[in-house]
């Protein structure tokens, strides 16, 4: 896994981009152009979203899979547990927000998979949740090395 471990980061920073750059965008930019955009803002979200669809559950799968296979080297038996110390516990933070919004994320195409709406609540709020918790795992990406 060493020898490997640079470039399995750096696949996991890109889609880290890719998939909070997304959501930035559509939470803070795109949001705002309702009003700007007028009749079109439907037309031009159904295109961007048709897009975003094909691209975004394989951008936070690979996420994912990527955070696994780093995950080794900062917890587990070898590492002297998952909260340990400092940076363990602000790792596992980072995980289980991870993970809340990979499940809000399966939620939402689980159901569409089916043909049913989302649940309302992640319809209404599932971008603005995975932007929040992203920020903070960003920030905990950071701030792990630090304490």
């Keep these: 896994?060493?020898?490997?471990?640079?470039?399995?980061?750096?696949?996991?920073?890109?889609?880290?981009?890719?998939?909070?750059?997304?959501?930035?965008?559509?939470?803070?930019?795109?949001?705002?152009?309702?009003?700007?955009?007028?009749?079109?803002?439907?037309?031009?979200?159904?295109?961007?979203?048709?897009?975003?669809?094909?691209?975004?559950?394989?951008?936070?799968?690979?996420?994912?899979?990527?955070?696994?296979?780093?995950?080794?080297?900062?917890?587990?038996?070898?590492?002297g547990g998952y909260f340990g110390t400092p940076l363990q516990k602000i790792f596992m933070l980072k995980v289980t927000l991870a993970l809340i919004i990979a499940v809000c994320v399966a939620i939402n195409l689980s159901c569409r998979a089916m043909g049913r709406p989302a649940p309302e609540f992640l319809r209404v709020n599932i971008h603005k949740i995975a932007f929040v918790f992203g920020f903070i795992i960003v920030l905990c990406a950071k701030l792990m090395f630090v304490v």
Aim: with cysteine.
């Design 1 to 79: 896994m060493e020898q490997i471990y640079p470039y399995v980061q750096i696949v996991h920073l890109i889609c880290a981009i890719i998939f909070l750059g997304y959501i930035f965008f559509d939470v803070v930019i795109f949001s705002r152009l309702k009003g700007v955009l007028g009749a079109d803002f439907e037309r031009v979200k159904k295109a961007i979203g048709s897009r975003a669809i094909k691209i975004m559950p394989v951008c936070l799968f690979t996420l994912i899979i990527t955070g696994g296979m780093m995950m080794s080297r900062w917890v587990g038996s070898a590492n």
